[in-house]
């Protein structure tokens, strides 16, 4: 076996791009709020808007190790998968493991609540608003402003969350998960001999998914 064949890819190249983005959009969107730059701020927050619209289409049609139905079934196998890390006799998973899949959840919930009600916020003396925010009553638009603040306080918890269970697998347990984020192989030698899922990126697909966001943002920048 090459040394290149054995290396079996985990994660495509747009999940790993989106995510990255995404690290950095975070802070970006929190700082540009934080020192009143609204119009960053509603344009960082479209770009965001469309990497979740992506990420979650790309849920739905993208790559295996993307798909949320293999990942809901992995939650059948949560309590075993505890149970043998509490052990340290886990093993690697090909994709996120049942932990992982409600980590995920949860980040994609928490990211989608704070795009979804940013489109619709307004500040207390109207001057500041979201590009739909035309579409809500002032009280309802001071309403999801209010959301938005007390969900980005979630986001940043389970970003931290997230950060320490990452350091713990990598230091704790020893399974490098950040390299294969950034590189998106991990060793063939880490899984179960037998056959994998077909986890091959289909171009078609991905033009799709991205063509939507694309077409998402534009709309709504050209609403705001
Ligand atoms: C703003 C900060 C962050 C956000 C919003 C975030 C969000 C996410 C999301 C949504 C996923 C799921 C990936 C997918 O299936 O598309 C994920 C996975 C992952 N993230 Fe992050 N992340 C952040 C920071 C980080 C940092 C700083 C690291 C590494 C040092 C990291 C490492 C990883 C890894 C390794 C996975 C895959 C976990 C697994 O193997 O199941 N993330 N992250
Ligand atoms: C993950 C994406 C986003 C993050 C992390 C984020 C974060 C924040 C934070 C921290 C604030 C300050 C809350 C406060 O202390 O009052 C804020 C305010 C605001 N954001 Fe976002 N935001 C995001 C997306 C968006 C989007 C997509 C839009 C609209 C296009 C938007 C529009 C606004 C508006 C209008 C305010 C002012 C609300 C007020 O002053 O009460 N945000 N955002």
């Known amino acids: ?20 983005l995404m690290v950095v959009l975070v802070p970006l969107l929190w700082w540009t709020a934080e020192e009143g ?4 701020h509603r344009g960082f927050g479209l770009t965001m808007l469309g990497l979740v619209l992506f990420r979650l289409t790309w849920g739905l049609i993208g790559t295996w190790t993307a798909r949320f139905v293999p ?3 992995r939650i059948g196998t ?3 998968y505890v149970r043998k890390l509490r052990k340290r006799e886990q093993g690697a998973t090909f994709g996120h493991s049942p932990l992982a899949v409600l980590s995920v959840f949860a980040l994609l919930g928490a990211l989608t609540t704070q795009v979804a009600t940013g489109l ?3 500040d207390v003396d109207g001057l500041e ?7 809500v009553s002032f009280e309802t638009g001071r309403w999801l402003a209010d959301i938005h603040e007390f969900n980005f306080n979630l986001l940043a918890g389970l970003i931290g969350l997230h950060i320490a269970a990452i350091a713990a697998y990598q230091f704790v347990l ?5 390299g294969a984020m950034v590189t998106g192989r991990r060793s063939r030698t880490d899984f179960d001999a037998g056959k994998l899922p077909d986890n091959r990126l289909r171009l078609v697909r991905f033009i799709a998914a991205a063509s939507l966001s694309v077409v998402c943002i534009v709309a709504l920048a050209s609403f705001g």
């Not at 076996?1 to 990255?20: E, G, N, Q, Y």
């Not at 608003?129 to 579409?135: E, I, K, N, R, Y």
């Open 1 to 20: 076996m090459t040394a290149d064949s054995s290396r079996i890819l985990v994660w495509d190249w747009s999940v790993r791009l989106v995510h990255w």
């Open 37 to 40: 730059y609204m119009d960053w």
């Open 71 to 73: 990942m809901v079934r």
């Open 78 to 80: 949560l309590t075993l």
């Open 120 to 122: 619709f916020s307004v």
């Open 129 to 135: 608003s979201g590009p739909l925010a035309v579409l």
């Open 174 to 178: 020893k399974e490098k998960l950040a």
